[in-house]
């Protein structure tokens, strides 16, 4: 009984380990895309960073308090500089990016393209 007691405990602290980096990654990328959405001078840039965000935003778990996520907040702001900025931003589009290929990668393949019947002339 104890044995097994240990062991959910260290699959439940096996899985928090990793929802904790994986959320601490997309808190950067949450706080780097909403920068680059309101600082940005291109209009498709903007709307790129933009869509990004709510990407993230998307991501943060139903069970976050708003003390865990400031804590979050807070610990990756200190983690971004204007140097560090572009190369975290395309990082986390690349994420985005390979979520996406992911999902298309579930569809089915397109019927090619039927050619329509030449008419016969008289």
Same mark, same amino acid.
């Given at each position: %009984? ?76 200190? *983690?971004? *500089? ?6 975290? %931003? ?9 979520? *996406? ?22």
């Amino acid at each position: %009984m104890k044995l097994t007691r240990l062991a959910i405990a260290a699959s439940l602290l096996m899985t928090g380990g990793a929802a904790a980096a994986q959320s601490a990654t997309d808190a950067g990328c949450l706080l780097v895309s909403n920068a680059f959405a309101q600082n940005a001078k291109d209009a498709a840039a903007q709307k790129a960073a933009l869509a990004a965000s709510y990407f993230y935003l998307g991501r943060v778990g139903a069970q976050a308090t708003a003390a865990q996520l400031r804590a979050l907040f807070e610990s990756q702001a200190k *983690t971004i *500089t204007e140097a560090t900025a572009g190369d975290m %931003m395309n990082a986390c589009v690349k994420e985005i990016q390979a979520k *996406t290929q992911l999902v298309e990668s579930l569809s089915p393949p397109a019927p090619p393209a039927q050619q329509k019947p030449k008419p016969q002339g008289r």
